[in-house]
């Protein structure tokens, strides 16, 4: 079975700041990983992914994340935020070679920007 | 932007009513899912279709059903609304060959009184 834990339902930093959203899953086969931004009123984009090349995968718009096995872990981390990044972020998990009906999405993390 | 379309896009409607809201591709891709997005619980899948007639249920399917007799579109129906079915509906596509991308649509958002 999967599951994924998203551990902030909010996270605010300044603009120019580092972003780190958490992402925790278990999986009972290899997980793909991904994350996926949400703009007020809009659909879902897809940021990046991870299915089992490297490990530290680099997304859209200054993005990336790290798999880390054995902490069970898919943070999400921006060098320095902009103002543009507010939004709503998904952690999505799927075991490799499952049915569709086998993604699982996170509860989302909301990200704010400060000035 | 995948080429995805929802509509309509918003709907009141009362309970007991039927309501059917649709999503068409242009990409011609085999996969096309339904979801609902309620807040604290990020997307959660209704129904898919793996092809043309070839759907299955999804982890919240109970007072939902969908068809899809052409690959561009994929219906989902709510035979007798409820409130409880008041949310925001996402279809989303993908590819065989990349099956585990989703490309999302728009969303439709249903008020259902």
């Known amino acids: 079975a999967q599951s994924v834990t998203q551990l902030d339902s909010h996270v605010s930093v300044s603009e120019g700041t580092p972003v780190l959203l958490r992402c925790n899953y278990s999986?009972?086969?290899?997980?793909?990983l991904f994350w996926y931004v949400q703009h007020p009123n809009k659909g879902l984009q897809l940021l990046l992914k991870?299915?089992?090349?490297?490990?530290l995968v680099k997304g859209i718009n200054g993005f990336e994340a790290e798999f880390k096995k054995s902490e069970t872990s898919f943070h999400l981390t921006k060098p320095s935020a902009h103002m543009s990044d507010a939004a709503e972020y998904f952690c999505?998990?799927?075991?490799?070679?499952?049915?569709?009906?086998?993604?699982?999405f996170g509860s989302g993390t909301r990200l704010s920007i400060r000035p | 932007d995948a080429g995805i379309t929802q509509s309509p896009r918003h709907k009141v409607t009362e309970t007991g009513t039927p309501v059917t809201l649709r999503c068409h591709q242009t990409e011609n891709h085999r996969y096309m899912y339904w979801y609902r997005q309620d807040p604290g619980h990020g997307l959660r899948l209704i129904h898919y279709?793996?092809?043309?007639?070839?759907?299955d249920k999804g982890e919240v399917s109970d007072g939902y059903s969908v068809s899809r007799s052409k690959t561009e579109d994929f219906l989902l129906t709510l035979e007798s609304a409820t409130s409880s079915q008041t949310s925001v509906y996402f279809c989303a596509i993908s590819d065989p060959g990349n099956q585990e991308t989703q490309y999302f649509g728009p969303g439709t958002r249903l008020l259902v009184l």
């Open positions: 999505v998990v799927r075991a490799r070679y499952s049915s569709a009906s086998k993604i699982i």
């Open positions: 279709s793996y092809g043309v007639k070839d759907t």
């Open positions: 999986s009972s086969y290899s997980p793909s």
């Open positions: 991870y299915t089992s090349a490297a490990t």
